[in-house]
């Protein structure tokens, strides 16, 4: 002890005299502070080098005072806790401190070094102090950096896997359980190969030697097995891990993209699939058609066009329609033809796309499809027929432009509908001029009751008995400037399919309602004249509103307007009756027109209050041809008797349709054999003179 003493005391008198003398502490770059130490708790300035006393904004006045004197109160309780603490462990002693200034803070580090006397008594203690601020800053920043990068890793919704250069794992995120559903402790020191898919190992291999070249590299969309068995999809990027200039690893960063994909797959099926019936939709056919144009395929283009199907819909609810037209589709996806591509191009529309086939073979299989469609599909317990109208195109043949075989697949639909339900139509040239010919006539119509170009035709039906007549049907015709005269047949279809049909039927009441009023005010004896109504008038609120309105405006009796529909107008059952039992309330009398063409239903003679049943003229023309149409038509008959309906035969042409018509007691006939429909003039003239 008293060698440690000696030798400090030795030290002393070198401060003393020497160093303090030569100034040689005051190069030292650190701060030094020596205090006298009075007694434990008291100490004194007795030194402080340059640099010490431009930090502490000092000066030699300082000398031989205590902390108190020339500090901050506060500031000066700090050091005398320091010094004492030294002092009273006798031992070396650090400490470090902060200072604020407007500017930052500034950091030292302080070393507090008692020196002792020969008898042990601590004499000075002498304090060296750094400043660390950097140093602070420095460590400040790394560790900010690294909670920061830690942040970024625990928190991180994508998973990521640190791999050093021979494919070992090192770390794991929380988020690789979350995703892949493997901890940590699973993964660590275990080899990241293990857990790729073997489908994928190969490519996996190629990007991790990629990445411990420098090369980062991002993957998508690549599927993936959960611990748990279940697919998923992820996108998966690598970054190279460089330490001091070299290549140590890799990390891996995968991000769960399962929903995105999923959400992409199901917007690319909702834009190439219909999601109703699964098939491929107009879209995807457009991008079939060309690609079979492009690559030089021969195909078959079959459009198939359900007739009436808006009815079903009208009828039994979208819902029930919507289960019809599933069942076609698994009727339509039962024909297993070699190169065949089915779509549903829009509502009731289909189309089937078939390669390397022959016309004949075309027809066979469009025949098929009528035969598969007709077969009877059961709604609510009731059997609904139906029936496809067809379109065929023959390509290259008929077209090398989808916008051609589109058009010229669509003229032979309207063909095949001519015909009437249930027919198909190939393509000819001549077509193109016939669906020119109905763009023309679709324009002129529209305007065709303002430049007074229609006009009534009168059919009389005929008592067979007394060959008076006794009621008539109005026909309407048209006779346009450039058109000519245009057949019933052309524009009435037109009219249905845009809606002319309305206005054109609210011409004809108002024009029967205007001559029937004429001919009474001539004092004819005026028999009732029946107007047929469409279908799609028939289900209009404006239909009762409408016929009132002319019945009041030509002060007409009701009872010589007939109002003529078809059984497709009957089919919605409760707008039917309410429709029916309007018209019966204001003493009109019902025909229903075309009974057994159409969704025939005896329900419909029970339910709705009908006067008369018309018998269509194709069953007139089977009358001793056709020993089924011939008992078809005398069921009908015997059916309308036992509900006391009138019966009228429409098409009578023949002396023996008219015996056999008496023999079953039917009384009033339409038809050449009496009469074509005549002009009004003729009307007076023949009938009513």
Not at 188 to 201: D, M, Q
Not at 410 to 420: I, V
Request: net charge negative; glycine share 4%.
């Amino acid at each position: 002890m008293k060698e440690q003493y000696r030798n400090q005391n030795t030290f002393l008198s070198m401060i003393d005299m020497d160093l303090i003398k030569r100034g040689l502490l005051h190069a030292i770059q650190d701060l030094v502070f020596i205090m006298k130490v009075m007694d434990d708790e008291t100490f004194k300035y007795i030194y402080v080098n340059k640099i010490g006393m431009d930090y502490a904004k000092l000066s030699e006045e300082c000398y031989g005072k205590t902390f108190a004197k020339v500090l901050s109160v506060d500031k000066a309780k700090i050091l005398q806790k320091q010094y004492t603490k030294a002092v009273k462990e006798a031992r070396a002693y650090t400490f470090r401190d902060v200072i604020s200034l407007a500017t930052g803070n500034l950091h030292y580090e302080s070393s507090l070094n008692p020196v002792f006397d020969e008898e042990g008594v601590c004499q000075f203690i002498i304090c060296i102090t750094r400043d660390i601020t950097a140093q602070i800053e420095e460590k400040i920043e790394i560790e900010e950096k690294q909670m920061l990068f830690k942040s970024l890793l625990e928190y991180n919704n994508d998973s990521i896997i640190s791999i050093d250069s021979i494919g070992r794992i090192t770390y794991a995120n929380p988020a690789t359980y979350e995703i892949f559903g493997y901890r940590y402790e699973e993964l660590h020191n275990k080899f990241i190969f293990e857990f790729i898919n073997k489908e994928y190992e190969k490519d996996f291999q190629i990007i991790f030697k990629g990445a411990l070249q420098g090369r980062a590299k991002q993957i998508v969309s690549k599927k993936y097995v959960h611990k748990e068995g279940y697919e998923l999809y992820i996108s998966l990027r690598t970054v190279p891990i460089i330490v001091n200039g070299e290549i140590v690893g890799v990390y891996i960063v995968t991000r769960d993209v399962t929903r995105q994909v999923l959400n992409e797959m199901r917007t690319e099926y909702l834009a190439y699939y219909d999601q109703l019936t699964g098939l491929m939709n107009r879209i995807s056919c457009a991008n079939k058609l060309n690609d079979f144009l492009n690559e030089k395929i021969d195909f078959a283009f079959i459009f198939i066009d359900l007739d009436e199907f808006h009815l079903i819909n009208d009828t039994f609810g979208h819902k029930e329609g919507d289960k019809v037209l599933q069942k076609v589709t698994e009727c339509l996806s039962s024909f297993q033809i070699a190169g065949m591509h089915l779509f549903r191009e829009h509502d009731d529309q289909f189309v089937m796309l078939i390669e390397n086939i022959t016309k004949e073979h075309v027809e066979v299989v469009t025949k098929s499809i009528q035969k598969k469609i007709s077969e009877h599909f059961v709604i609510e317990e009731e059997d609904v027929y139906l029936s496809a109208s067809i379109g065929i195109v023959m390509a290259p043949t008929d077209g090398e432009d989808e916008k051609i075989l589109f058009q010229r697949v669509d003229a032979a639909l309207e063909k095949a509908k001519e015909k009437g339900k249930g027919h198909y139509h190939f393509y000819c040239s001549g077509l193109d001029c016939e669906r020119e010919q109905r763009f023309i006539i679709e324009n002129q119509l529209h305007r065709a009751i303002e430049k007074n170009e229609f006009f009534l035709y009168y059919q009389p039906q005929i008592n067979i008995e007394t060959k008076k007549i006794a009621s008539m049907e109005a026909l309407i015709r048209w006779e346009n400037k450039e058109l000519g005269f245009v057949s019933p047949n052309q524009f009435i279809p037109l009219a249905e399919r845009t809606g002319f049909i309305i206005k054109l039927d609210e011409w004809v009441v108002n024009e029967v309602c205007r001559q029937i009023r004429e001919w009474l005010n001539k004092g004819y004896e005026v028999v009732p004249i029946a107007v047929n109504i469409s279908a799609r008038h028939f289900r209009s609120i404006t239909l009762i509103e409408m016929i009132t309105r002319a019945l009041h405006k030509y002060n007409v009796p009701a009872h010589l307007l007939a109002i003529e529909v078809t059984e497709g107008a009957l089919i919605h059952k409760d707008i039917s009756k309410r429709v029916l039992l309007q018209l019966k309330e204001q003493n009109l009398k019902i025909h229903l027109d075309d009974f057994g063409t159409g969704y025939s239903s005896l329900s419909y003679l029970k339910t709705y209050p009908i006067d008369t049943l018309k018998i269509d003229r194709s069953f007139m023309e089977g009358i001793h041809v056709d020993e089924r149409d011939t008992n078809i038509t005398a069921a009908i008959i015997h059916l309308a008797h036992t509900l006391e309906l009138n019966v009228i035969a429409e098409g009578v042409e023949k002396a023996e349709q008219i015996q056999f018509l008496k023999e079953k007691n039917v009384k009033f006939v339409q038809g050449y054999y009496y009469s074509r429909p005549l002009s009004k003039y003729d009307m007076e003239n023949v009938y009513y003179k």
